[in-house]
């Protein structure tokens, strides 16, 4: 059996924290064993891990967030989107790259859930035991159906065929799908058995790779990964699922939720604050403070405060829901971002009286970590370290810096940075445009560096 975790795009449901480059499964902002706040990716890794299912498990993410897997889970493994599309495309890829680069056979049993469900270990035990589901009902698709808990119009709806349903069996035939209904018709199809829809299909691998090729799909990896630009945004549901007739559905009852609003998400944070600052006298008030200023919260009710380099929300938590609608225009560019490497957080951007533009950031660099080596075609920057020592690649010589050291990189010039022990330092970039898509990278691993610059040093010789 191969688990595949989607990772899903970007969003800005939890701005400010939310963005283009943190989606709200990266958050860490969820409670754990050790009393440090966990990400919903590092508490899903961890409950997988709890109870064996971490081996062959793996995340489907775009390569933007590859860096924030990578600096969350070591070790993950990883298939990564060429561009962001939609769950269809996504598992399509999966099962091509899982068929073709990890020799899973036909017959495999293929399940695929997203990463980004609030949900306990029991949960991922119903899921274990959904190929022996498919295996005893002879149908091509199984799905996992949460139990509701009340009516709402959030979620889609699994109606079970009960007339199908042989009695005693954990699963039943699938009559219907209802998508996102009025309150008034989900109370009507929960009183016909109707489940909560939670993204979780099961199928053998067979399955997947004969539709792809009878509908005209690459079901090679290296195909999928060519055409995958083409590949139609559809979600699954509406490409695979609704086309499919026999299909069985398993019944889940236990912690689920979807935390994409700040008032569901607040129920399952770590405290009611975090950061530099404090509240009183305030009731069902969480604040989030991500910024090295203080923030004082005082005779509040009901209320979510959120502070992040990205912006600074303050809004009762019933009103938080349409947040995205309106943060939809303001910029773009992610002022806080997770990295293989470390993070970075923007401290400064101005435009000067010459057009140039200039960016400051603040680095962080995890000790026995580098940032690639790499150059840039329309930007310079100068860094200044303030904390700890580590080792810089310039165009082909490498040196040690230390705290209070000064750095500058020219347009053109290959340079990377190694941690020896936690490295902080100042990064200013001038140029224009200053955009994260300026870099070409030649090297990731720092022996692969060292050896190239060695090599060069050889030359001039």
Not at 91 to 97: G, K, N, V
Not at 362 to 387: D, F, M, P
């Amino acid at each position: 059996m191969k688990l595949v975790l989607l990772s899903g795009g970007s969003g800005k449901r939890l701005w400010p924290l939310s963005n283009d480059a943190r989606s709200k499964q990266f958050l860490k902002v969820l409670p754990s064993d050790d009393d440090m706040p966990v990400s919903m990716l590092q508490r899903v890794v961890g409950q997988l891990r709890s109870i064996g299912m971490e081996h062959d498990t793996y995340v489907c993410a775009s390569q933007a967030q590859l860096d924030m897997i990578q600096s969350q889970v070591s070790g993950a493994s990883v298939i990564v989107e060429p561009l962001r599309r939609d769950t269809f495309p996504a598992i399509a890829l999966s099962c091509t790259y899982l068929a073709h680069l990890r020799d899973a056979r036909r017959d495999e049993i293929v399940i695929v859930a997203p990463v980004d469900q609030y949900v306990d270990a029991h949960f991922f035990k119903t899921i274990a035991r959904l190929p022996e589901t498919l295996l005893q009902s002879g149908a091509d698709l199984a799905l996992l159906g949460v139990e509701p808990t009340q009516p709402s119009s959030q979620y889609g709806y699994i109606v079970p065929d009960s007339t199908l349903a042989v009695p005693g069996s954990p699963y039943a035939p699938v009559a219907s799908f209802k998508e996102k209904p009025s309150e008034q018709v989900a109370a009507a199809l929960i009183a016909d058995g109707a489940l909560w829809n939670c993204g979780v299909f099961c199928f053998r691998m067979s399955f997947m790779l004969d539709y792809l090729r009878t509908h005209g799909y690459p079901d090679q990896y290296a195909g999928m990964i060519s055409h995958f630009k083409d590949m139609p945004k559809k979600s699954f549901d509406h490409a695979v699922v609704e086309g499919v007739k026999s299909i069985v559905v398993q019944s889940y009852s236990g912690t689920w939720k979807d935390l994409g609003t700040w008032g569901s998400l607040s129920d399952e944070l770590a405290g009611p604050f975090t950061g530099a600052g404090t509240a009183l006298d305030c009731d069902g008030t969480h604040v989030i403070n991500e910024l090295n200023i203080p923030v004082i919260a005082k005779g509040l009710h009901n209320i979510m405060v959120v502070a992040s380099p990205d912006g600074i929300l303050v809004a009762d938590k019933e009103h938080c829901a349409d947040i995205k609608e309106v943060v939809s225009t303001l910029s773009d560019r992610p002022m806080y971002e997770e990295r293989r490497w470390g993070l970075y957080r923007v401290l400064d951007f101005q435009k000067l009286d010459d057009a140039a533009e200039v960016l400051t950031k603040s680095l962080e660099i995890k000790a026995g970590c580098n940032i690639s080596y790499q150059r840039h075609e329309h930007r310079e920057e100068v860094w200044t370290i303030i904390q700890g020592r580590g080792e810089l690649a310039l165009d082909g010589k490498v040196t040690s810096v230390t705290a209070g050291d000064v750095v500058r990189v020219c347009k053109g010039q290959w340079h990377a940075l190694r941690a020896m022990e936690k490295l902080v330092l100042i990064e200013v970039q001038r140029g224009m445009p200053l955009i994260e898509e300026d870099v070409e990278r030649r090297f990731i691993n720092w022996d692969d560096i060292v050896h190239h610059c060695s090599a060069l040093v050889r030359l001039v010789v």
